[in-house]
């Protein structure tokens, strides 16, 4: 059974809506956690990015673009993939709903889990590439984050990554200040890489088909260390 006939198979078993998704599949993969991990973290995107998109008001070409970046998958399943997207569109329930459900995706619990943060990274990427993050899709991400159990500070950082103007901040983006030695920034900074590796996003049940999100945000890290690392070397 393919990654993609999982998804529709959680969809069959809740009805043809996604609101009792994380049920679903706690009960279906029990004995697949690997699976149940893959299947949860996308469907949490599919839900999420539809619900964003549904928000704003508006899905123009670029926000489908940007989310057939993230998926990554293949021609074959493009009908399945619109299926879920569509059916979490039209399912009445909020997004609130779905994002307090997917934060227990998260098993410590703890604040700024990374797995989460992989979800609001990858809302940020589609509601950024038609150029500009609107105000209520800034709004839903917030929200979103806060039911994540996600601090102003570190919400800050990733919209850092994604919300720049015409200069990005390099020091918020790796979560460091300018009064920092440089020796410390270099350690934040392998530490940032150390999480992202690819290795670390399938541990936590990021599929292979959304890497393309921590491809995205290693460029982002590795600019801003150069750029401070720039910085240092000419002071």
């Not at 699976?35 to 990015?49: C, G, H, P, Q």
């Not at 928000?55 to 993230?70: K, L, Q």
């Not at 779905?98 to 227990?104: G, H, L, R, T």
């Not at 899709?137 to 102003?152: G, N, Q």
Request: glycine share 4%; charged share 30%.
């Amino acid at each position: 059974m393919s990654f993609w006939d999982n998804l529709l198979k959680i969809v069959a078993a809740t009805g043809n809506a996604l609101t009792g998704v994380v049920e679903a599949v706690r009960t279906l993969f029990e004995g697949d956690p690997e699976t149940r991990r893959k299947v949860a973290f996308s469907v949490a995107m599919i839900a999420l990015s539809a619900k964003m998109a549904k928000a704003d008001g508006i899905v123009n070409e670029a926000e489908v673009t940007a989310f057939r970046d993230i998926f990554k998958f293949p021609v074959d399943q493009a009908k399945n993939v619109a299926r879920l997207y569509n059916l979490a569109r039209q399912d009445v329930a909020g997004y609130e709903a779905y994002a307090e459900k997917m934060a227990s995706l998260c098993s410590s619990c703890e604040k700024n889990c990374p797995i989460l943060e992989d979800i609001v990274d990858g809302l940020f990427h589609i509601a950024k590439s038609d150029g500009a993050v609107h105000e209520k899709e800034l709004t839903f991400l917030r929200h979103v984050a806060e039911i994540f159990k996600m601090d102003d500070e570190h919400f800050g950082r990733i919209m850092a990554r994604h919300v720049h103007g015409d200069d990005r901040d390099p020091y918020q983006v790796l979560g460091v200040s300018p009064r920092d030695d440089f020796a410390a920034i270099r350690k934040r900074y392998r530490v940032l890489v150390s999480e992202n590796h690819p290795d670390m996003l399938v541990a936590r049940g990021v599929p292979e088909e959304f890497h393309a999100i921590a491809n995205d945000r290693m460029a982002v890290l590795n600019a801003a260390y150069e750029a401070i690392e720039r910085e240092r070397r000419a002071a």
